[in-house]
């Protein structure tokens, strides 16, 4: 039988966690009710500027006192903006001065907006790298340096299906989500050694309340049960992968879709 506290003794940090139906949020439930101590990283006002209702920098807060009122270990970090240069190695730092050394780095984080070819600026483009990319790599980097030396890391990524089919709408996030997809692979190499696992997940279209009406159900007739997939599902796969269960995995990108099926 699996222990329900699997998680007990380590620390993990989670990025993107900035409004109630996002897949941060339920990473964040899933790893704590697990027995992690989860610190909360998020940017709200970028959600808010994506005109998500439940996006807010009151947000955090309310969900560490529900992760408490449940017995949970929870805390966070200041908020912030991770396009800013040397932004990305400073939560590391925070994180590891405030609450010692993480075990755990869930970069959940990604920044993207729509513009089909035709409509590309350097602005656009360099922002979707920044947030999706740099940013990434500077805090695997600052993680590994961190971690003590014997001890077990892991690392999870996300990507999304640019890599199972075009996205046309949003190239500049597909080709830094693609660009992730490279990371995952080129990190699990240079820290297997240092006993560091580095994982990622696409997690197919997932319910976070950005569509709605015919758009919603076109996208949930592409599935076969004929529903989205859940943060829920998403957050069971981080659990895993955050867990010593899944000690000899590294260096895969799991599609955790429900059978979506494109065109």
Same mark, same amino acid.
């Given at each position: 039988m699996k222990n329900c506290n699997d998680l007990a003794g380590k620390t993990i940090l989670v990025t993107g966690v900035s409004r109630s139906q996002g897949i941060g949020a339920a990473i964040a439930r899933e790893l704590a009710q697990n027995g992690a101590r989860v610190i909360l990283?998020?940017? @709200?006002?970028?959600? *808010? $500027? !994506?005109?998500? @209702?439940?996006a807010g920098d009151g947000f955090l807060a309310s969900l560490l006192q529900e992760l408490r009122g449940k017995g949970c270990q929870a805390e966070s970090t200041s908020s912030s903006d991770l396009s800013v240069s040397g932004e990305a190695?400073? #939560? +590391?730092?925070?994180v590891r001065e405030a609450f010692g050394p993480l075990d755990g780095l869930v970069l959940n984080h990604a920044y993207s907006t729509n513009a089909p070819l035709g409509q590309? $600026? *350097? *602005?656009? +483009?360099? &922002?979707?790298? &920044? #947030?999706? #990319? $740099?940013?990434?790599? !500077? !805090? +695997?980097?600052e993680f590994s340096r961190q971690l003590p030396a014997g001890k077990r890391g892991a690392i999870t990524l996300f990507t999304s299906g640019q890599y199972l089919g075009p996205m046309t709408k949003e190239i500049a996030y597909a080709v830094s989500k693609e660009a992730i997809v490279g990371l995952c692979r080129q990190a699990a190499a240079a820290l297997a050694e240092q006993n560091i696992q580095v994982n990622c997940i696409n997690p197919g279209p997932t319910d976070t309340g950005y569509l709605f009406g015919e758009e919603y159900e076109a996208v949930a007739r592409m599935f076969p049960l004929g529903k989205w997939g859940k943060p829920e599902d998403a957050a069971r796969l981080v659990h895993f992968l955050q867990s010593d269960d899944s000690r000899w995995i590294t260096g895969e990108v799991i599609a955790s879709e429900g059978g979506f099926r494109r065109g």
């Open positions: 990283h998020g940017y @709200a006002r970028y959600d *808010e $500027t !994506m005109g998500y @209702a439940d190695i400073s #939560v +590391i730092r925070r590309w $600026t *350097e *602005e656009h +483009i360099e &922002k979707h790298l &920044k #947030v999706n #990319v $740099t940013a990434s790599m !500077m !805090m +695997i980097q």
